[in-house]
């Protein structure tokens, strides 16, 4: 396993990070505290969460996955040997039942914060992030960005002041943001520099084969700036594990189980993966090393979040960060994504 360092911080993360949103949901306790087991053994010192999380988010299952690794926490003793990323929900009309308020006001912050210390057991967390923002913008699979009614005042400043508090206590060490524009991330290192608050270290959008958008202009802000992408969805809902090209059902899939979780099924997506599909098997891979080893491959990556539900999902899937991707490779990769720039709807 390889490390890389957050920026701008000491802390060295695994370049996989195990993404555990099934966890509460798809995946039982057992099993989630198995594929940590498993991770741990085999490098993955980086673990994601969120505070809504599992996902789909319902009332009845809120808070189940950061439960499920404080259980973990507990009966392993390796809080110690674990980076610990967790996230804030932000504004939404669904989720009213996580909080009174779905905000980053002081009064948000601070019981989203220990209420999430509680579930984890544990007194601090490493990376603590903003799942989405506060102002309406383009995330979530909005493709560009549309003007429209927003009450929100720039309050990041306020954001950063709040959580410069809760790193001074110790609770939080570092911060990063999620599902971020350039704006927004240019925004809040603003304020750091010129106010000598806390920096964004690290943002958590999605990025594959089939999502690409993140080069348009984040990319530049994350080298320019010295800010790591965590990669989320690099395997597009599953849709780059090639499984679905099959004709087989998959009935325990998450975009069968979901079907709101449809972003990589559109018909361009479906040719796109195929002509990856294609790659692979010319040069001996399965898609799922392809797809994943090309995002490891990004230079603005700090780590890579991958998801299952499987252990032998969680077994390739980590197994694929072996993978160095040849010249040859990337250019055939850039042919596909000259003809299917933008595939997810």
């Not at 309406?136 to 954001?159: A, P």
Request: aromatic share 12%.
């Amino acid at each position: 396993m390889k490390y890389n360092k957050l920026p701008h911080t000491a802390v060295k993360v695994s370049e996989v990070c195990l993404g555990t949103m099934t966890f509460g949901q798809q995946n039982t306790e057992a099993e989630g505290h198995a594929q940590m087991d498993y991770a741990f053994e085999k490098g993955v010192n980086f673990f994601d969460t969120a505070e809504m999380y599992s996902i789909p988010g319902h009332k009845e299952t809120y808070g189940s996955t950061e439960k499920i690794i404080g259980t973990w926490f507990k009966n392993s003793g390796k809080r110690e040997k674990v980076i610990l990323a967790t996230k804030i929900a932000g504004p939404s009309p669904i989720f009213g039942y996580m909080r009174e308020k779905l905000d980053f006001s002081p009064e948000s912050i601070q019981y989203a914060l220990d209420n999430s210390l509680k579930r984890l057991q544990t007194d601090y967390i490493d990376l603590y992030q903003l799942h989405w923002p506060e102002r309406k913008t383009n995330y979530f699979g909005h493709r560009g960005f549309k003007v429209q009614d927003d009450s929100w005042d720039d309050n990041i400043h306020q954001v950063l002041e709040t959580l410069d508090g809760f790193i001074k206590q110790g609770k939080i060490k570092h911060i990063g943001v999620s599902n971020e524009s350039a704006w927004g991330l240019m925004r809040f290192l603003e304020e750091s520099k010129y106010h000598n608050l806390p920096r964004i270290s690290t943002v958590q959008n999605p990025y594959s084969l089939l999502n690409r958008l993140f080069e348009g202009g984040s990319a530049e802000v994350c080298h320019r700036e010295g800010v790591g992408l965590l990669a989320y969805s690099p395997l597009a809902f599953g849709v780059l594990s090639g499984k679905f090209l099959t004709g087989e059902n998959h009935p325990k899939a998450r975009i069968k189980l979901f079907p709101q979780y449809s972003r990589y099924s559109s018909e361009q997506c479906t040719q796109a993966t195929r002509l990856y599909e294609e790659i692979a098997k010319k040069h001996g891979l399965t898609l799922t090393q392809l797809a994943l080893a090309f995002v490891n491959n990004q230079p603005f990556m700090a780590s890579t979040i991958i998801g299952a539900t499987t252990m032998s999902q969680l077994k390739e899937n980590i197994d694929a960060f072996t993978i160095k991707l040849s010249d040859e490779i990337l250019a055939e990769i850039e042919g596909v994504q000259a003809i299917f720039p933008d595939p997810a709807p």
